[in-house]
């Protein structure tokens, strides 16, 4: 796994051995970014199921000018430090070690312009997640919150947002969400 654009282009990065986390392909990445690049320079992007930190590692790495990533695993907590500093993003980077459920008053000072989230796939609480993120109004008005689903998994459903995109891979959904 490595850093596939921007300043740290090229940079390898650790991820977890095992199945505890499922980092993203490099194809999905990067037609992730492809499709936000605009949407990156100065922003301040929010990482929620951090896994190793690649999807926020790659938005500083090309533009974002703060990353928070929030991952519950120790192990996987140590190797987001870890990626950070050998990119040396630790100016821009906040990491949270604690559920994602758990996070959302600590950060309901801040204001997202893009929200990351990849749960494990079938992951039960992404609606709650979403209404989290519109009761704590962390999400810039005119942000984006974008989901790393499975394409089998059932559809995600919030009356306080709208989906404004979603790009299927053969097993990968990207779900694009705004505010209404």
């Avoid at 938005?59 to 870890?82: H, M, P, T």
């Avoid at 630790?90 to 990351?116: A, T």
Wanted: proline residues 3%; positive net charge.
């Amino acid at each position: 796994m490595r850093v596939i654009g921007g300043t740290r282009r090229g940079t390898k990065l650790q991820s977890l051995e095992g199945e505890t986390t499922r980092p993203t392909t490099d194809r999905i990445k990067e037609t992730l970014f492809n499709m936000i690049n605009f949407d990156l320079p100065e922003c301040t992007f929010l990482d929620l199921f951090s896994g190793s930190g690649s999807i926020g590692i790659e938005a500083l790495s090309r533009g974002a000018k703060e990353a928070i990533f929030v991952e519950k695993d120790k192990e996987a907590f140590q190797i987001i430090r870890k990626n950070i500093e050998k990119t040396r993003l630790q100016e821009n980077s906040i990491v949270h070690n604690r559920e994602v459920e758990k996070v959302f008053k600590m950060l309901s000072k801040k204001e997202f312009d893009v929200i990351f989230m990849d749960p494990p796939y079938h992951y039960e609480n992404i609606e709650d997640i979403l209404y989290k993120i519109v009761e704590n109004n962390i999400l810039a008005k005119d942000g984006k919150i974008i989901i790393e689903n499975s394409s089998d998994a059932l559809p995600v459903k919030c009356n306080k947002l709208k989906i404004v995109r979603e790009k299927v891979f053969r097993t990968t959904t990207l779900t694009f969400w705004e505010k209404i």
